[in-house]
């Protein structure tokens, strides 16, 4: 039963967010500071969620063949690769990692 509540608070908490999303004023979203913001959060959550989900491991801090693809990935987006080929890049590198034994 547990579960059905997580699932009704999270459809009232997504309502409620939409809710106060369609409130704030509009000159309040036309500020150059809250466009700015709202550019850069997306950012920021994937970088979070990307970075959580490579280096952990059962609350666990764990360097293993993902860190090395996410290197390899840095690597082709520094050197400004296609969007392909950085997430080739990756696929490949922690391929090899794990073929090694790593």
């Not at 908490?13 to 997306?42: D, H, I, S």
């Amino acid at each position: 039963m547990s579960i059905w509540i997580a699932i009704a608070a999270t459809a009232v908490g997504c309502y409620l967010v939409k809710l106060v999303g369609l409130l704030v004023p509009a000159n309040t979203l036309e500020r150059p500071l809250v466009q700015r913001l709202a550019a850069l959060l997306p950012v920021a959550l994937l970088a979070a969620l990307t970075a959580q989900q490579t280096f952990s491991a059962n609350s666990d801090l764990v360097i293993d063949a993902r860190a090395a693809g996410l290197g390899a990935a840095a690597l082709a987006l520094v050197l400004r690769a296609p969007f392909l080929v950085v997430v080739g890049a990756a696929v490949v590198v922690t391929a090899g990692v794990r073929a090694l034994g790593g």
